[in-house]
C-alpha cells in the first residue's frame, strides 16, 4: 500500500490497497459523501470550464477524442446501433453522437452535469433504468468505470441493457504505464478518492470475465498521456510543468507502444451471445 494525496478538492489522504476478489487496486477508506469531492469548478467533466490554460487543453483534447471515440464504436457495433453512454457528464459525446445520425442516450448522475447536457439539447438521465427487453447494441464509459461503488452490481446492470453480442467499450487509467511508474503517488490519475478503483489489463479481464463479457481489443487514448503527466507535474509544484509533462507523455506513449502499457486504455469487450 501506500499513500495519496486528493489534490483537488480536500487535500486528504487515501491508500491504495490491493483487492484479490478484482486484481486491481482500490482506494481506502471509501468516502462516505463521495459527492462532495466533485464540488469544485476545477472538476471539468462536470463544469465545461475553459477559463484556465489547463481547462483550454482539456476541452481541446476532448473535441479531437470525440471523433476518435465515436469512430472507434461504430467500428464494433456498426452505422445502425443504438448506444447508450454511462457518465455522459455534460452531454458532449451523446450530442457528437447523435450529430452524426446515431440513436444515442447518456445516464449521468451528477445534476449540475445534466442541466449543462439539457442546454445543450441533449437527454441525459439520472440512472440506468432496465427494461424487460435488452435495447443496447453498445454501451460506452469514458473515464466512468473507476469511480462506480458497486463493481459487479452496476455490471450486472450494464449487461442486462446490452443485447446479446453488444458491445462493452469503456476507457480507464493503466497504473502499469510508464507516467505512472514515474510520477508513483503524485501520478494525476490515481485522482483519489473520485477513483474508487485502480485497473490494469490483467483486473479488467478478470472482471468481466466473470460477467459474461470477452475482452477483444484494447486500444490507447494518445493524448491522455500528455493531459495527465502535466497535471501530475503540477501536483509535483514544477515550475516547467508543461514542458515537463509534455515530455514524459511523449515518453510514456513511445514506451507503450513497445510494451502495450499506455496511460489510458480503451478496452473493447463483447457480451456473449
Not at 115 to 133: F, M, N, W
Not at 205 to 233: C, H, M, N
Not at 247 to 253: E, H, K, P, R, T
Amino acid at each position: 500500500t501506500f499513500t495519496l494525496t486528493d489534490h483537488l478538492v480536500s487535500g486528504d489522504e487515501f491508500r491504495l490497497i490491493w483487492n484479490e476478489h478484482y486484481q486491481c487496486f482500490q482506494t481506502h477508506p471509501v468516502p462516505e459523501h463521495p459527492e462532495r469531492f466533485y464540488e469544485s469548478k476545477d472538476y471539468i467533466s462536470h463544469s465545461d470550464s475553459a477559463d484556465t490554460a489547463m481547462a483550454r487543453v482539456y476541452q481541446r483534447a476532448k473535441k479531437i477524442n470525440l471523433n476518435h471515440k465515436l469512430k472507434l464504436v461504430r467500428r464494433y457495433c456498426g452505422q445502425e446501433g443504438v448506444l447508450m453512454d454511462i457518465g455522459a457528464g455534460t452531454g458532449d459525446f451523446v450530442k457528437h453522437a447523435q450529430d452524426h445520425g446515431c440513436e444515442a442516450y447518456g445516464v449521468e448522475p451528477n445534476e449540475t452535469a445534466r442541466e449543462r447536457a439539457h442546454k445543450k439539447g441533449v437527454a441525459v438521465y439520472s440512472r440506468i433504468t432496465v427494461q424487460r427487453e435488452a435495447i443496447y447494441d453498445a454501451v460506452t464509459l469514458w473515464h466512468v468505470l473507476e469511480h462506480l461503488p458497486d463493481l459487479d452490481a452496476e455490471i450486472r446492470t450494464i449487461s442486462k441493457t446490452l443485447k446479446p453480442g453488444g458491445w462493452l467499450i469503456l476507457a480507464v487509467p493503466n497504473y502499469k504505464s510508464l507516467d505512472a511508474k514515474y510520477y508513483k503517488s503524485d501520478w494525476a490519475a490515481y485522482d483519489v478518492p473520485r477513483h474508487l478503483w485502480h485497473f490494469s489489463r490483467g483486473s479488467i479481464q478478470t472482471i468481466f470475465k466473470k460477467q459474461g463479457f470477452e475482452l477483444r481489443a484494447v486500444k490507447p487514448l494518445w493524448l491522455d498521456a500528455f493531459y495527465i503527466s502535466w497535471l501530475s507535474e503540477i501536483y509535483k509544484k514544477n515550475p516547467l510543468a508543461a514542458l515537463s509533462g509534455a515530455l514524459m507523455g511523449a515518453a510514456s506513449n513511445f514506451s507503450g507502444i513497445f510494451t502495450r502499457e499506455f496511460s489510458s486504455q480503451v478496452y473493447c469487450l463483447q457480451k456473449e451471445g
